[in-house]
C-alpha cells in the first residue's frame, strides 16, 4: 500500500523562500478572486472561469523547484505555476478577458492558456490526456540526455481516464523523469471521491505501475515542497518518474457557474480552517519572526499589481476577426 | 535496375529521414526489435539504437500523447499506429491536442502518425478501415495517402519534413503489389499536390489511395469503348488540391468521384460541393460518387468483395455518365 504521510518536516525554511511561497500563494488566490468575483461578474470575463481557490500550495510548493529546462503541465488549478514561469497577471487577464495579446490571442479562454518559450503547455480540457504528453516532454529529454524533468499536474477525476494509465505506465516502463503532483480535491464537477474510485488513495493506483508515490498534505505548501524535492531529485538523477498525491479540497464550485451546493457544509467548514495561506503564515510568525503587518504590506503589494494589471487588460484589444483562419497551418 | 515496393519505398523515405536528422525517431507497437508488424521499421534498431527506435507498451492515446510531447520538446516524432483502426484509440490526443497547439498557443507539432489503413487484405471490421474523414475534418491536422512506391517514398520524406502534424495512410494492399524503380537521388513529393495519372478528355475520376490503380484499370476499360477517361490522384487529402481539382473538372465537364471509403459522409461528398460551387456551369452531367456502402468492413471473401468498389462499377458508372 501506499507511503504514509510524511509527518516532520525536514528542511530549515528560510524566511526568503517563504516569503516568494507567500507571494505567489496571494497573488494566485487574489487574481482568481478578482477575475471570478468581479470581472467575471461585471461581464468582463466570459466563459468559464476555473479557480484553485484552497489548493494554491500545489502549484507553489512544486513550481518553484523548476528549472529554465524543465517543461511544466499545469492543470486549470494550478494558475501560480504560470506565474512562477514569469507569465504575467497582465497576460493572464488579457486571456481570461479573450484580448489579442492574451497568451491564445483569444483563440482559447480562461485558464486554457501556455507559452512554449516559458515551457508551460495549456491544459488539454480532458485533464488524464497531460499525462502522456509529460511523457514525451521527458522523453524528448533523456533523448538529448538533459537532467531536465517535467512537473505535470492533474486531479482526482483526471486519474480514472485511460489515457491516465496509459501514460504512467509508459513513463514507468520508460523511466521518465516527471514528477506528478495529483491534486485529490475529493471532487471532480460535483462527482465526490467514493464515485470516483473505490479506494481512498490515489497513490495506490500508482503503485501499480511500480512509481514511487507519495502522499502530503494538500495545504501545507513547505510539506509539498518537500516532497516536489524529492521527487525532482529522484528524476534528475535518472530514477524515473515520481508521484505526490496532495490531498486537499475545491474551495470553490467547479467553475464560476457552479454554486458547489452538493458539497455538505460541514466539509467545507472544515475546510476553510485548513486554508494553505494561513497556514503558512502561521508558520512564518512562530518561526521566521513575521507578524500581521509584513502579510497587510504583502496583500497590499499584490492587490496594487492586480489592479495596475487589470487597468492594462481592460485597455486590450480584441483580436481582428480577420486573423480568425490564421495559425491552423505552418506558413506557406 | 531493381524496383522497390510501396512498403521498402515508406522504409527507406523513414530510413533516409533519420541519416538526415537527429530529431526524427520511429514509436510504436513492435517497432524495435520486431520491426513492424508490416516491417516498415525492420533493421532500424540495429541502425539508429534504441533510443530512436523506441517499442511501446500497447497504448495507442499513450503513443499519440508521448509523440506530441516529443514533438513539443524539439523532436520529429513518426509513430506507428499497427493498424489505421487503432488510431480511433488515440482519437482524443490527435484531435483535441496535437492538432490545435499551433492555434491555441502558436506551438508547431511536426510529427507524423503513420497509420496502414484499407481493404482487400481479408481484415474484417477492424484491420480493413478507411479512417480518414474524421482526421480530415479536423483543422489543424495533414492528411495524404500514397498510392504509388514513387509517392509512398516522396510524401513519408516531405511529412517528416512538415511542421504540422501528418496522418499518413499507406494501404496495405498497395505494401506489396505496386512496386517501380525510384529515383537514387533525394526527393520529395510536395504535400497538398493531386497528380494527374492518366490524361483524358471525356470524363474525370478524382480519387486517391488503392482506387486510383482500380480507376486506371477502368480507364483503360473504357478506352476500349471510344470513352476517354482521365485520373486524378489527390495523394494528398488535407490541404486538397482544389486547383487540380477544378482544372479537371473544367476539362472534362463530367466527374466521377471514387474512393474505398464508405459513401456517406465521405471524401466524395466534399468534392462534389468544392466543383459544385466553382465549376457548375461547366458540368455536362451529374456528379457521380462510387464508395463502399455504409456499413463496416466485412470478412469473408464474397462479402468483402461485394463492399469493395471494382473496376466493373467503375466502368459500368463512367460509360452511364458518358451518355449525358
Redesign the interface.
Known sequence: MSTPAVAHLQTKFDRDLCERFHYYMLLMRELEDRIENKLYRQGKVVGGCYTGRGQEAIPVGSAILSRPGD?LTPSHRDMAALLIRGITPEEILAQYMGRATG??KG??GNM?????ERHC??I???IG?S??????????????GESNVVFNYSGDGASSR??WH??L??AA??NLPIVYLCNNNLYAYSTPLDKQMKIADIADRVAGYGIPAEIVNGNDVLAIYEASKRGVEHARAGKGPYFIECKTFRMSGHSAHDPADYVPNQLREEWSRKDPILMLEKYMVENLGADEQDFVDMRKRVLNKISDAVEWALEQPFPDPATLED????PA | MAETTYVEAIRQGIWEEMERDDTVFVMGEDVAAYGGAFKITKGMLERFGELRVVDTPLAESGIVGAGTGAAINGLRPVLEMQFADFMACGFDQITNFAAKCRYRWGQAIPMVIRAPAGGNIHGGPFHSQNVEMPYVHTPGLKVVQPSTAYDAKGLIKAAIRDDDPVIFLEHKYLYRSVKEELPTQDYTVPIGKAGVRREGSDISIITYGWMVHVALEAAENAAGEGISVEVLDLRTLVPLDRQAILDTAKKTSKVVLLHEDTLTGGLGGELAGIISEHAFDYLDGPLVRIAAPDTPVPFSETLEKAFLPSVEDVVAKVRWLHRF
Do not use: Q
Not at chain 1, 112 to 116: F, K, N, R, S, T
Open positions: 517543461w497568451l491564445t483563440r482559447d486554457h492558456m501556455g507559452c512554449p503547455v495549456p488539454i480540457s480532458s490526456a499525462i502522456p504528453i509529460a511523457g514525451g516532454l521527458a522523453f524528448a529529454m533523456r533523448y538529448r485511460g489515457d496509459e501514460g505506465n509508459m516502463v520508460m495559425d491552423v497551418y505552418a
